[in-house]
């Protein structure tokens, strides 16, 4: 028998304003709302769930799951691959987390103006950091980022294949395969893959012009790669792409901007990246997120699909307001209508990178920046001085690098396991997706670890591959 009761946390689920809903849309049921879903696609049985939870057995269950993690508060992490351990000051979580900005539901596009003017700063101190007018709201993750710009790249353009740097993060890769669609479907957008060479880990500018045509709508590329190597042919990339009437479009990690040229001085159409470096605490199962930008163009205006925030003069002589513009491209505007789908299940990290931004100003991100390079630097210095270590690409990277172990007895799977014994999370292992750098680790450094950090590090692996 179907159960009619009310859900306890949802105040719509009560049987007599689900069917005040139902009659006001002139629908005589819930299905009729689903009806666009091919019955292949829908549900036949019930789903076998395990008996309800009280809220109690239910914290306790989660305590009893959480507390099976290896944390990087309990070790010491040298992990990144997509969602670095970076410093995130008390002040930020201490606004994130105040009252004022917790809503229930996204809010109409006139209300929360402290909200609006808090997500107003983020996108005008993202603009003097990229050097760009035009900056989104964020999106869920830098793979979805790079994704939406891809598809705004094909609309400006009327073309339908994409380069794509092969040095990148498959997870990421993965998120962009997804935006540019199976081939069935009509908006399908070609991925070429432009090799990387493998004595410096830099695009390969031969194999770039052999693959980018009268096709081609966009070249996409990322400095630091996700190798960590800061790709310095980039007017190049850019000139190349741009003879063939494609977009550029890079990838940047935005700490790196204090110290690195930002892409829009060689040659970037629309800059896209994460924003979990700067104030977001790493975290698993929810958006990181990633940003967007461009030049303040109305070509490139009307192709995003994500929300801005304006500023305005009120009638109040010396008030300023603060609203959404250009809603009605979006999803939110024009439902499956718009440009592509987008979400707001980030927005509350505008906040946290605002507060992040405006602490460091100009020469923190240079100090943080600086201490970065030197740290990682250090770091590849240690572990190239160990008998059987070999890093890859050894100059010019930022906080990643790629240690190569092909001459240890042992595969990184393991010296990553017996490295975990020893309180320690190794580097990404590599093996899987790059085959052809061998037994190699992708280690992260950033200016969370100490000298002291690092050398604990070197001296573990040399145990680990050298004292057996």
């Known amino acids: 028998m179907r159960d009619h009761t009310a859900h306890p946390y949802m105040a719509n689920s009560v049987p007599a304003i689900k069917q005040e809903m139902l009659d006001a849309i002139g629908a005589g049921s819930i299905e009729e709302l689903f009806v666009q879903i091919p019955q292949d696609h829908r549900t036949t049985r019930p789903i076998a769930l395990p008996p309800a939870l009280t809220e109690n057995q239910l914290r306790r269950h ?73 900056v989104a709201l964020p999106v869920r993750s830098w793979g979805v980022a790079a994704g939406h710009a891809i598809r705004m790249a094909a609309r400006l353009t009327g ?102 040229e930002t892409p829009a001085n060689y040659g970037a159409d629309i800059v896209v990246g994460p924003m979990q470096p700067l104030g977001v605490h790493m975290n698993i199962g929810g958006g990181v997120s990633g940003f967007m930008a461009s030049r303040d163009e109305e070509r490139y205006a009307h192709q995003y699909p994500t929300l801005f925030i304006s500023i305005a003069e009120t009638t109040q002589a010396g008030e300023y307001g603060f609203g959404l513009s250009l809603f009605e491209q979006s999803s939110y505007g024009l439902r499956d209508k718009g440009n ?18 405006a602490m460091m100003g100009p020469q923190g991100f240079q100090e943080v920046g600086h201490l970065i390079l030197q740290r990682a630097h250090y770091a590849a210095h240690k572990l190239s001085a160990i008998p059987c270590v070999r890093v890859t690409f050894p100059s010019g990277f930022f906080k990643e690098f790629v240690v190569n172990f092909d001459g240890a007895a042992l ?45 604990r590090l070197a001296a573990a692996i040399d145990k680990v591959i050298n004292d057996e």
């Open 411 to 455: 595969g990184v799977a393991e010296i990553n396991k017996r490295l975990l014994a020893e309180g320690i999370f190794g580097g990404k292992d590599l093996g899987r997706d790059f085959p052809e750098l061998g037994q190699s680790a992708l280690y992260c450094v950033t200016e969370v670890h100490t000298q002291a950090d690092i050398d």
């Open 62 to 134: 989660l305590v009893e799951t959480l507390s099976k993690n290896r944390t990087a508060e309990d070790n010491l992490n040298f992990l990144g691959a997509g969602v670095w351990q970076h410093h995130v000051p008390a002040a930020v979580d201490e606004v994130v987390r105040r009252n004022e900005w917790l809503t229930s539901v996204f809010g109409e596009p006139s209300s929360d103006h402290g909200r609006n003017q808090a997500w107003f700063e983020f996108c005008s101190q993202l603009g003097e950091l990229l050097e760009l007018d035009l």
């Open 340 to 357: 592509d789908w987008t979400g707001h299940s980030v927005y509350m990290w505008a906040i946290a990178n605002a507060v992040y931004v």
């Open 159 to 260: 073309r339908n294949e994409v380069v794509v740097v092969r040095a990148i993060d498959p997870e990421r890769l993965a998120v962009i395969e997804n935006f540019c669609e199976p081939v069935q479907m009509p908006g399908h957008i070609a991925i070429r893959q432009v090799d990387f060479d493998p004595a410096s880990g830099l695009m390969d500018l031969d194999h770039l012009r052999s693959l980018v045509g009268p096709d081609t709508a966009a070249v996409y590329f990322e400095t630091p790669s996700y190798f960590g190597v800061i790709e310095r042919q980039g007017a190049g990339i850019a000139a190349i792409a741009h003879a063939a009437g494609a977009e550029v479009i890079v990838g940047v990690d935005p700490i790196s901007l204090g110290v690195l």
